[in-house]
């Protein structure tokens, strides 16, 4: 006969301890510097990349100027609907006239879409007559990760306090048909119009439509 007298141990749940698990690898994620999405409204992500011309472009030099970041690859039909309707370029020449910073990234991974040498990123700026600022590198992805770039074309725009004042899509027409770009809500122009007439954005946060980033 089995020995009864002793109480029964009921088994552990395995949720609660699932969840203190849980827990605690985001307080150790947290603790230890894991990258955190970036906040419209909260300090933009700082950067230190190189461009094209070997040139570092840091963040923190540019404060008091508006700077806006845009995510490319040139093999991507939604990036080259606005390239070929001369969107994006327009875009571009209409910030960097009113003493904005145009930072054009490029974060495709060797061997992946979009992946190109300086010598052949300047020479897509000069065929596209594309005008920013400047072209970074970002192979490793590093700064694209930092700040959660998902899409080609993918923008930012960081005020002239640093702090990150919009993020998301280009326009309002999630599409590659350069037919669309007539007509659309242009947010990006929006954004700094807002923000140069020192209102709250009527679009802070849009979502990115695109290619996804080449990581």
Same mark, same amino acid.
């Given at each position: 006969m089995p020995h009864t007298d002793q109480p029964v141990r009921k088994p552990r749940p395995l949720v609660p301890v699932m969840l203190a698990l849980l827990g605690a690898l985001v307080t150790w994620g947290l603790a230890w510097g894991a990258p955190q999405a970036p906040q419209v409204g909260q300090p933009a992500p700082p950067f230190a990349i190189a461009d094209t011309a070997g040139k570092t472009w840091n963040l923190a030099d540019l404060k008091g #100027?508006?700077?806006? *970041? @845009?995510?490319?690859? $040139? =093999?991507?039909? &939604?990036?080259? #609907?606005? &390239? =070929?309707g001369g969107n994006m370029q327009a875009l571009q020449r209409e910030a960097t006239a009113a003493g904005k910073v145009w930072l054009t990234v490029i974060?495709?991974?060797?061997g992946n879409q979009g992946?190109?040498?300086?010598?052949?990123?300047?020479? %897509?700026?000069? @065929?596209? #007559?594309?005008a920013?600022?400047?072209? *970074? *590198? $970002?192979p490793t992805g590093t700064m694209g990760r930092t700040y959660g770039a998902k899409t080609t074309?993918? *923008?930012?725009?960081? $005020?002239?306090?640093?702090? %990150?004042? &919009?993020? =998301?899509a280009i326009d309002d027409r999630p599409s590659s048909d350069p037919a669309d770009i007539p007509g659309a809500r242009n947010y990006v122009r929006a954004a700094l119009t807002d923000l140069d007439a020192g209102r709250p954005l009527a679009n802070a946060v849009t979502r990115p439509y695109g290619c996804s980033v080449k990581y």
């Open positions: #100027k508006t700077v806006i *970041l @845009e995510w490319t690859n $040139d =093999g991507c039909p &939604y990036v080259r #609907k606005h &390239y =070929g974060s495709s991974a060797p992946h190109v040498t300086a010598a052949a990123a300047d020479q %897509l700026t000069a @065929e596209r #007559k594309a920013p600022s400047a072209v *970074l *590198l $970002d074309p993918h *923008l930012f725009v960081i $005020d002239p306090a640093g702090t %990150l004042v &919009y993020m =998301g």
